[in-house]
């Protein structure tokens, strides 16, 4: 997957600290993976 932006990422686990382990942990597993669908990206992430 494509990811635009980790800057926003970033930004926001600044303004938000409790936020930085999900939002790395969510950033490398996207990253990492190439998705055919929405739906595979569901399987691992049901709320998206």
Avoid: C, G, Q
Avoid at 7 to 26: N, Q, S, V
């Amino acid at each position: 997957m494509h990811v635009i932006t980790r800057a926003r990422l970033i930004e926001f686990a600044k303004k938000y600290p409790d936020t930085k382990t999900a939002l790395d942990t969510w950033y490398r597993k996207v990253k990492r993976t190439n998705y055919d669908s929405f739906n595979e990206l569901r399987l691992m992430f049901p709320s998206a």
